[in-house]
């Protein structure tokens, strides 16, 4: 069957099953299957699939149709232009975490400087920054063994220096301090309905879920980078859309100056820093 025909009926089962992205996500599996882009995909439709691409394509569109996210079918996502390897241990890159990295490289304006990344995953924001501050040292941790080779692996790819280390957050770099803390958190409340739907019910809800309404960790961080920053450093943190308010209020109830929060493209605020000028 022509490339066309099975892309439009891949869009149509996704888009019954509930997929808000469904054309996209068929013409990215496509791309997966045949190796190919986008470009290339529109050029020649008229082509026929062939059997064993097409069985592995149309199986890929059922794990869709049932739920699994795409990057965890593909197993990559591009974030800040480099394309990261994904898997089922950690969470997926998404664009809202650009405005952590936006807010981080404005803060990052000296020639070298040393940057923390919390809870790397799949060391997208370490690698971000690594890319854009070549000088910089940047280092990026995880609590999950995994994610610590998966953010390696990334580097790698992408011949980018960042030192990565299994931690929980502070421990492997006990003693250390940074010009510049970041950190995505699991932030989200336990009780919240939104984990029963699309592409997180798929990821790690250690990477997800924080105790006390999902400030437990933000707090904790915001608690322990007081003993991690250089003075004048900053720490910043990606937070869910409606706890701006607590994180800027613990930052200064910890004695952090200079306070605030950033909205993301959507134009909620969802990233607060502070800076510790004790
Ligand atoms: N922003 C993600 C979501 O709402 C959560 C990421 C996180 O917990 N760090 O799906």
Redesign the pocket.
Known sequence: MRIDLLLGRAGARLASAGSPTARLDAEVLAMKVLGVDRTWLYTWGGRPMEPLARARFEALVAARAQGTPVAYLTGEREFWGLTLETAPST?IP?P?TETLVTAALEKAQADVGRFLDLGTGTGAIALAVASERPAWHVTAVDLSVDAVGLARRNARRHGLQVRVQQSDWFTAVAGERFDLIAS?????DPDDP?LDLG??RY?PAS????ADR?LADLFTIADQAREHLTVGGWLMM?H?FDQATAVRDQLIALGYANASSLRDLAGHSRVTLGQWLP
């Open positions: 969470l998404r809202d995505n958190p699991p932030y989200i939104h592409d997180v990821e990477a997800l879920v924080a999902g990606e869910g």
